[in-house]
């Protein structure tokens, strides 16, 4: 059924990234560096700094404009060439927006309180949370759905807001009798769907994590990444042959799942060099490769932050450019619900 309607559109990729923080290596192996290959010719590649997520809690405004030009500097550090792709910072293209509010209309309250993201970031405190931190995947669903997007490469910790945009656009066709969205299909691949944190083994890496021991930033230095790693918590066991040996080492195994993701191997290929060895020695190589990995990352994104107005000048193009595909699909969704155009 869902192939049947996105047939009918065109490849496009959609997905986009918070500058709630510093970017860290999860967001560099479970996004960026997927962002950056799916470039080509097989699908147009649309990618936006979301900023109107990023205020669903509280950010200093100051910290908050330097972050969105951060984010703007690892995207291309990491490959994406804002000639190839759309690149540009949600909030200065208004359809999405007002596609969330059409959309809100749409999603149903219970579909927004069972989102885990919400449970875990709101707590014991869901009265008090903002209203946005609730609504929030209307308006990823809007981000996506305004593009018509057909995919979208995330981390597996946005799965469940993928599958709750797939449910808006089956309702909105349904309700409405027309084939207007496509069914978005996510695209969660690769070892590194899910890093996890360097200090618990059952928490993912985080841009606000208060620790800063447990993530490895964009922005770190080699001595920096070595001394985080060296750190990172483990256990005493050897490391065994095969992967299916480390299903209760949780440490151990997001260590060897970030060198397979880094090196481009799996990680079984990895065991294969290090079987028998314990963390003095694989600790030590995991450092190298992650700073032969990030330094030249890290390095980029210095000489773009180093330009603020080049930075700028991107993000205004690639709005203008994303602003151009996402205001007819606003419109027509306007259309479909009856709300009546008075101006050209
Ligand atoms: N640890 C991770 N492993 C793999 N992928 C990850 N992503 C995030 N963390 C990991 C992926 O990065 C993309 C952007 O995520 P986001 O910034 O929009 O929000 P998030 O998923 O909530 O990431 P953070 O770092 O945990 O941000 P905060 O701390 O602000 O909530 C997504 O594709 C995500 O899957």
């Known amino acids: 059924m869902s192939d049947q309607i996105n047939a009918q559109f065109r490849p496009r990729i959609f997905s986009g990234i918070q500058p709630s923080g510093g970017l860290t290596l999860g967001n560099y192996l479970g996004a960026l560096k997927r962002f950056a290959a799916l470039q080509g010719d097989k699908a147009e590649t649309i990618y936006c700094i979301v900023d109107l997520h990023a205020i669903t809690v509280w950010q200093d405004p100051e910290v908050l404009r330097a972050r969105i030009r951060e984010a703007a500097a690892a995207f291309m550090a990491a490959g994406v060439d804002p000639a190839q792709s759309i690149l540009f910072n949600q909030s200065q293209v208004s359809a999405h927006a007002e596609m969330a509010w059409l959309f809100n209309t749409v999603a149903r309250v219970g579909w927004m309180y069972r989102m885990t993201q919400f449970k875990d970031k709101a707590g014991k405190n869901t009265e008090n949370v903002s209203l946005g931190l609730l609504a929030y995947p209307a308006l990823m669903a809007a981000d996506i759905l305004t593009y018509q997007a ?92 095969q992967m299916d040996a480390l299903k209760d080492r949780p440490e151990a195994k997001n260590l060897v799942n970030i060198y397979a993701a880094l090196t481009d191997e799996t990680p079984d290929q990895v065991l294969a060099r290090f079987e028998g060895q314990g963390f003095g020695a694989f600790k030590p190589a995991l450092a190298e490769v992650a700073v032969e990995a990030l330094s030249p990352i890290t390095r980029r994104m210095a000489e773009f932050m180093a ?38």
């Open 150 to 241: 057909t995919a979208v490469p995330v981390g597996e910790d946005q799965k469940q807001h993928l599958e709750l945009t797939r449910d808006i656009a089956a309702k909105f066709n349904h309700d409405y009798g027309v084939e207007h969205f496509p069914i978005t299909e996510p695209l969660i691949e690769g070892v590194a769907t899910r890093v996890m944190s360097l200090r618990d083994g059952s928490k993912k890496m985080s841009k606000s994590d208060p620790s800063d021991a447990s993530r490895i930033n964009l922005t770190d230095d080699a001595d920096t990444i070595a001394q985080k790693i060296r750190k990172a918590r483990t256990d005493a066991e050897p490391l065994p042959g």
């Open 307 to 344: 330009d603020p107005a080049q930075i700028d000048a991107i993000l205004a193009d690639g709005s203008a450019r994303a602003d151009a595909v996402a205001t007819p699909i606003l419109e027509r969704t306007k259309d479909i619900m009856g709300l009546l155009r008075t101006r050209a």
